[in-house]
């Protein structure tokens, strides 16, 4: 079952309310946090379309191997970590490294 057709992760179900929420890929490297209904009859489960949780879309810190967001029991709160001033500044360029082991033989060549 698809819930998100843009990718989602860290997802949290709420314990009050028939729903999922979870961070997707927004703009500027920034995930939001999305919220998906969902029912359940008999043997079937449906989700509906996601929506923002927040009007504006609320950006979320990157943090690798944990949820950036908790889930408050009702359902209806969530605590964000705001990013830091050096997180909230936008990246305007990428850099790309070409032939990386090329250039790591050549700093730090492999002893015979």
């Known amino acids: ?10 997802p949290s179900w709420s314990r009050r309310r028939s729903e999922l929420v979870f961070a997707a890929p927004g703009s500027d490297y920034r995930h939001i946090l999305l919220v998906a209904p969902y029912s359940v009859k008999n043997d079937s489960f449906r989700v509906a379309k996601p929506y923002m949780w927040a009007e504006r879309g609320v950006p979320l810190r990157k943090l690798l191997g944990s949820r950036p967001y908790a889930l408050h029991p009702d359902g209806a709160r969530v605590a964000i970590a705001p990013p830091s001033e050096r997180e909230a500044v936008t990246r305007k360029h990428l850099t790309l490294v070409l032939n990386v082991f090329d250039q790591l033989r050549a700093i730090a060549p492999a002893k015979p």
Do not use: D
């Open 1 to 10: 079952m698809i819930v998100s057709s843009a990718g989602g992760e860290t």
